[in-house]
């Protein structure tokens, strides 16, 4: 079986800016091509997990997401690196404006749709892998497939630890980046 690290997009691996409208816009952040460098080495499927009620909401096409996505590959390749697969939730439950987007889905974060999907794609073992995110939705996501938990202080990271309260909302591990996160659960395996 596999491990897998499920990795949110924004706040995460690229800066949050909003709803990305324009390819231009996606930036890494400084040590994010280190992050998933140690991953890969380390043997880790890289899955990306990404809430994107933007397409519900009107903001941004799906077909733009999916030209994200491959964006991304396109710059991780130049280091010869790649994540394995994008696995995204366009729909949402009250504030969709396009009908079709419009559910109270399985895919949307907190909830695990995403991760059982990559897990019969990958056959992944939930326990030994983690999710790296920098908000509670994240946290909860994790907890909620039975992996390990980062939180990452980038992104929306700062603000959404102010709203731990509970032992739901803690997450094994609080790291400054993304990059961090990766080092202390590659090495607590
Ligand atoms: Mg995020
Ligand atoms: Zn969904």
Known sequence: M????????????IHEVGYISSLDRIKFYTRSIKAVKLLSESGYKIIVVTN???VARGYIPESFVKNAHKKINAMLAEYGLKIDAFYYCPHHPKKAVIKKYLADCSCRKPKTGMIEAAVKRFNIDLKKSFTIGDKLTDVHLGKNAG???????????????????TDYDRPDIVAKDFYQ?????VKNK
Do not use: C, H, P, W
């Open 2 to 13: 596999n491990r897998a690290a499920f990795i949110d997009r924004d706040g995460n691996l």
């Open 181 to 185: 996160a990766v080092r202390m659960l």
């Open 52 to 54: 994107q009620s933007g």
């Open 147 to 165: 992996t390990k938990t980062a939180l990452v202080l980038t992104g929306y990271g700062k603000e959404e630890k102010k709203l731990i309260k």
